[in-house]
């Protein structure tokens, strides 16, 4: 049984660019969650998706973005790069309050 | 509002000695309570949670941890610690109404030999 799987797991990319992560949570799970983890924190709620619909939101602003497709797979979206959104981005999936994460995704804007 | 804090940076033991790594939370209902591990690089793993039932869970790779209802505390606990339990570990709650995990600043656990 596969866990949380998370795509790209390096990246790299310029301040104004736009980047998607992708997610696919593990098997039975239908709702998943995104953190960004900076270098030297705890991960902080970015947005969870149920259903096909953002069902909550932290304190992030609108340039993230996220989709979940009927597969209830995820993607995160990040407009307009600034340089402090470079990050460990992780994906999260959940049933019936067991909460398992992927490897994530390291981001790094230059 | 729910949060959670760790109150020591570090901890250092030595291998074959009992290890805790201390956790305080607040929450305006019920506390959902999670322990995850993070080794250099990679995601976070999950060791135990806490819902509801025995205020002492058993988790992964012998991890145990205490639910306090009256100190508002979940350390996690290990009789006997090994080298490869040095990582960084983090405290997570939610109370039953949220849909976020709210994390604790981490622990970074070093086992010497």
């Known amino acids: 049984d596969a866990g949380v799987t998370q795509s790209p797991t390096h990246l790299i990319k310029t301040r104004g660019q736009q980047v998607t992560l992708r997610c696919s949570p593990k098997?039975?799970?239908?709702?998943v969650s995104w953190y960004q983890q900076a270098l030297g924190q705890g991960p902080q709620f970015i947005f969870q998706?149920?259903?096909?619909?953002?069902?909550q939101r932290g304190n992030f602003p609108d340039r993230f973005s996220g989709h979940q497709f009927p597969n209830y797979s995820s993607e995160l979206n990040v407009n307009a790069l600034l340089l402090g959104d470079s990050a460990l981005y992780l994906c999260?999936?959940?049933?019936?309050?067991?909460?398992?994460f992927g490897e994530g995704s390291w981001l790094t804007v230059v | 509002a729910q949060s959670v804090a760790q109150p020591e940076d570090q901890v250092n033991v030595a291998e074959g000695n009992p290890l805790t790594v201390k956790c305080t939370y607040s929450?305006?209902?019920?506390?959902?309570l999670f322990w995850y591990v993070q080794y250099p690089n990679r995601g976070l793993q999950f060791l135990l949670k806490?819902?509801?039932?025995?205020?002492l869970v058993k988790g992964s790779y012998g991890f145990e941890a205490e639910f306090n209802k009256s100190q508002t505390s979940f350390h996690l606990k290990k009789p006997s610690a090994l080298v490869s339990d040095s990582a960084l570990y983090f405290c997570?709650?939610?109370?039953?109404?949220?849909?976020?995990?709210?994390f604790g600043s981490g622990t970074q656990l070093t086992v010497l030999p």
């Open positions: 929450v305006s209902g019920n506390p959902y």
């Open positions: 997570a709650v939610r109370d039953g109404s949220a849909r976020q995990l709210t």
């Open positions: 098997s039975g799970h239908d709702t």
């Open positions: 806490y819902i509801t039932g025995d205020n």
């Open positions: 999260a999936s959940s049933f019936r309050n067991t909460i398992y």
């Open positions: 998706y149920y259903e096909e619909e953002e069902r």
